[in-house]
């Protein structure tokens, strides 16, 4: 889920900036220090939205830098349990296919692709043996988040999960003669 986080920090603008437009030295700095940022708690920073207020600037002693208490409005990407979420196959391997999601990739493992044996072939396409659905890059799908770990911020997983009802490539659930799976 995409939020809008109104956040308060101090911000440290280099001299390189001096003598510039205070509010867009700030907002360069805080790109630099926010931008795809990952914490557990406030999830992936996508952007900086807006730079409501800059305060005052201090020099700290030993450091030529100026120091601003900023108030600012960060758009982040926080991954919810049993969300449904709408991406691009991005890359497919034997063992599931990866989608983007913006920000960030999921992982649906090949047997939460569909309800069915699935096949890999080394075009990267999954194919179900008896409806013969068919898995490819750039196939657009909707997918719940079944799996969530932070365990490594550097590096967050999202797992994924296509085998429910209208979850999936859009036309599996679009083709109103298919919609149990069935073989046509």
Same mark, same amino acid.
């Given at each position: ?100 999601? $913006?920000?960030?990739? $999921? ?20 194919? $179900? ?38 979850? $999936? ?16």
């Amino acid at each position: 889920m995409f939020y809008k986080l109104s956040v308060q920090d101090h911000v440290r603008v280099p001299p390189i900036y001096f003598g510039k437009d205070v509010s867009k030295s700030v907002a360069k700095s805080l790109q630099q220090k926010y931008a795809g940022f990952i914490d557990p708690e406030l999830g992936i920073v996508v952007d900086i939205a807006n730079v409501n207020e800059v305060g005052e600037g201090v020099v700290i002693s030993g450091d030529g830098a100026a120091y601003y208490e900023t108030k600012f409005e960060l758009i982040v990407y926080k991954p919810e349990m049993q969300e449904v979420v709408y991406g691009k196959i991005k890359d497919i391997t034997d063992f599931g296919a990866f989608i983007t999601l $913006g920000p960030i990739d $999921g992982m649906i493992h090949v047997s939460q692709t569909m309800d069915d044996f699935v096949a890999f072939s080394k075009e990267k396409v999954l194919t $179900g043996k008896d409806t013969k659905r068919s898995l490819k890059v750039n196939d657009f799908c909707f997918a719940r988040v079944v799996q969530v770990s932070f365990k490594d911020p550097a590096n967050p997983k999202i797992g994924l999960t296509m085998r429910q009802d209208q979850l $999936g490539k859009t036309d599996w659930w679009l083709n109103p003669d298919d919609k149990k799976g069935k073989k046509k």
